[in-house]
């Protein structure tokens, strides 16, 4: 199984990576089989939001050498400490998620703040979060490799908008994990689902260039 994370406080963001993803896992034909689920989960506001995806690789073409069970086969839902790639859509959101990190785990954090107020402090519960720098530390003990990024802020200035963060996001995670993602299929994808296929599409491609 190859496990993916997405972890933030936009519905639509989350959905529509999850459902981008899932896509990719139904046509590649090195997936066997792809499931996918998403979460709401309860949280003072009520925004906290929880997809993940799971893709049985064909073992003939690319093994990852793990033990599961049938169950585990069948859950739509990443056992504890088995994420292969986390897409963390807001920072303290992906901290709340530490549960699936470990060694074998990347880490693609959008290091824009959602909620700021409720970020740095709880004034009723009189609880100081963790600063960015402080997340990050964290995330860099625990995950083999973390790549920490404002991509909101980078959407802005290369389109005007914060609307493409996520998709610069998930072309850093294509373009780390190019044994397992395709990007021609994945462009195929995007212009598919997305609106405005050309912007989608050249957002894509500048997350594909932030990795060597």
Do not use: W
């Amino acid at each position: 199984m190859y496990n993916i994370l997405v972890t933030g406080v936009d519905k639509r963001e989350v959905s529509f990576l999850r459902n981008i993803l899932k896509e990719y896992g139904d046509r590649s034909i090195l997936i066997e089989k792809a499931v996918g689920s998403t979460l709401d989960y309860e949280s003072k506001k009520k925004r906290s939001k929880l997809a993940f995806i799971r893709y049985l690789i064909d073992s003939r073409i690319y093994s990852l050498d793990q033990n599961y069970t049938i169950e585990d086969l069948n859950s739509s839902k990443i056992p504890i400490r088995d994420a292969h790639l986390v897409f963390g859509l807001e920072p303290l959101e992906t901290l709340k998620n530490l549960k699936f990190v470990s060694e074998k785990t990347v880490v693609i954090l959008n290091t824009h703040q959602i909620d700021l107020k409720q970020s740095v402090q709880d004034t009723k519960k009189k609880i100081k979060y963790p600063s960015i720098a402080q997340i990050v530390d964290i995330l860099d003990q625990l995950a083999r490799k973390v790549f920490a990024l404002d991509f909101n802020e980078l959407s802005i200035n290369y389109f005007n908008s914060q609307n493409y963060s996520t998709i610069i996001a998930l072309g850093v995670g294509v373009k780390e994990f190019r044994d397992i993602f395709y990007e021609k299929l994945m462009l195929t994808i995007l212009r598919e689902f997305h609106e405005d296929p050309s912007r989608c599409i050249r957002a894509f491609e500048l997350g594909i260039s932030l990795i060597d």
